[in-house]
Nanobody, 124 residues
Framework: QVQLVESGGGLVQPGGSLRLSCAAS????????MYWVRQAPGKGLEWVSI????????WYTDSVKGRFTISRDNAKNTLYLQMNSLTSEDTAVYYC?????????????????WGQGTQVTVSS
């Protein structure tokens, strides 16, 4: 079955960096668009970044443009999110997601399989 396991979260000081990873299994990774979303304390889900099947299309929400980089290694079945210049506003649980339908980008929560999330806390 589909498994998405995030890792790499933790506590980091403002201005610091983290790299999140999402290990995927149970499906043909290189056939699916992938997502990162986050949920800050007391807030709803926020789309962070999207990447297509071969990595040549990416999208970022405005607040992370120039600081975050999404990438994927289809040979390793792994999705990444490099996060630089972190601020307290980036504190959230970060989830990776897989589109349920191959070669499709719906950007609808109910059409996406989600991992369990990893906590990122930015604080001095």
């Amino acid at each position: 079955q589909v498994q998405l396991v995030e890792s790499g979260g933790g506590l980091v000081q403002p201005g610091g960096s983290l790299r999140l990873s999402c290990a995927a299994s149970g499906f043909t990774f290189n056939s699916y668009w992938m997502y990162w979303v986050r949920q800050a304390p007391g807030k709803g889900l926020e789309w962070v970044s999207i990447i297509n099947t071969n990595g040549d299309y990416t999208w970022y929400t405005d607040s992370v443009k120039g600081r975050f980089t999404i990438s994927r290694d289809n040979a390793k079945n792994t999705l990444y999110l490099q996060m630089n210049s972190l601020t307290s506003e980036d504190t959230a649980v970060y989830y990776c997601g897989k589109e349920k339908t191959a070669h499709t980008m719906s950007r609808r929560y109910e059409h996406i399989d989600w991992g369990q999330g990893t906590q990122v806390t930015v604080s001095s």
